[in-house]
C-alpha cells in the first residue's frame, strides 16, 4: 500500500509539472496561477503546495526534468584525455540537434527563455540560470586554455572573455531560432558559427560532428565556411 500511494504522488508531481509546461508556454509563467495548474492536472491547489513549495520552485522542476547536454557535458571537455574543442562542439552539437527533436525540450527552452520573467517570486528561478550559466562558461575557458596549450597559441582575446563569448554564442543561436523555427537550420548554423568563432580566436577549426559521426577532423576542416574563399 505504502509503495502504491508512493507511485501515486509521484504520478500527480508529473501531471502537476506536464500542466505547468504546457500553461507557462501558452500563457507565460507570471500569467499562469497555480490554481490552474493544479485545475488541468487534475490535482488541487493543496497538492501543487504538497510537492512545490512555489511557482519557481515548480518552475525549477521543470528545468530539471529535462537538462541539455550544454549544462551537464560541457565539463567533459575540460579532462586532459580529451580533445577539449572537439569534445565541445560534440556537446553543442548534441544540444542544438536535441533542441530541433525533442518536443519537450524546446517546449521547456521556450518558457525558459522567452515566457519568464524575473520578479521578485521568481529570484530562485533567476539565481539558478545563473549558476549554470557560471558553470558552463568556467567549463568552456578550462578547456580553451587547455587547447591553447596542447596548440601551442596565444589565443586572440583573453580565454575568460571567449569562454563568455562562446556560450553567448551558443545560447544566442537557442534564443533566435525558438523565435523562427523555421528561418534557418540550428545544427547546421551552430557548426558554422562555432567554427568560424575559433578560428577568429586563433585555434584551428575542429572537426564538425555529423549526424552518423563518420567525418574526420580532417575532412570537416576541409569545408569551407559560408563565404570562404574556395
Not at 506536464?18 to 491547489?45: C, M, N, P, W, Y
Request: aromatic share 6%; charged share 25%; hydrophobic share 45%.
Amino acid at each position: 500500500m505504502a509503495r502504491r500511494t508512493k507511485e501515486e504522488a509521484l504520478a500527480t508531481r508529473h501531471r502537476l509539472i506536464d500542466a505547468a509546461e504546457l500553461l507557462f508556454q501558452a500563457h507565460g509563467v507570471s500569467r499562469t496561477s497555480l490554481q490552474q495548474i493544479a485545475e488541468k492536472a487534475g490535482a488541487t491547489r493543496g497538492a501543487v503546495y504538497w510537492h512545490f513549495k512555489n511557482k519557481a520552485d515548480l518552475f525549477n522542476a521543470m528545468m530539471e526534468r529535462v537538462t541539455l547536454p550544454l549544462e551537464t557535458a560541457a565539463h567533459e571537455a575540460g579532462k586532459a584525455d580529451l580533445d577539449p574543442l572537439g569534445q565541445i562542439e560534440q556537446v553543442m552539437v548534441e544540444a542544438l540537434r536535441l533542441m530541433t527533436k525533442d518536443a519537450q525540450v524546446r517546449r521547456v527552452f521556450e518558457v525558459a527563455t522567452h515566457k519568464v520573467e524575473y520578479t521578485d517570486e521568481m529570484q530562485s528561478v533567476q539565481q539558478r540560470h545563473l549558476d549554470v550559466r557560471n558553470v558552463c562558461i568556467q567549463d568552456f575557458e578550462r578547456a580553451m586554455r587547455l587547447a591553447a596549450r596542447r596548440e601551442r597559441i596565444q589565443p586572440t582575446i583573453p580565454t575568460a572573455s571567449a569562454a563568455l563569448g562562446m556560450h553567448a554564442l551558443v545560447s544566442g543561436l537557442i534564443q533566435e531560432w525558438l523565435l523562427d523555427p523555421d528561418a534557418f537550420d540550428l545544427v547546421a548554423a551552430g557548426r558554422q558559427t562555432f567554427g568560424a568563432y575559433l578560428m577568429g580566436l586563433g585555434f584551428p577549426r575542429p572537426a564538425a560532428v555529423p549526424a552518423d559521426g563518420s567525418a574526420t577532423r580532417q575532412e570537416v576542416a576541409k569545408v569551407p565556411l559560408p563565404g570562404a574563399p574556395r
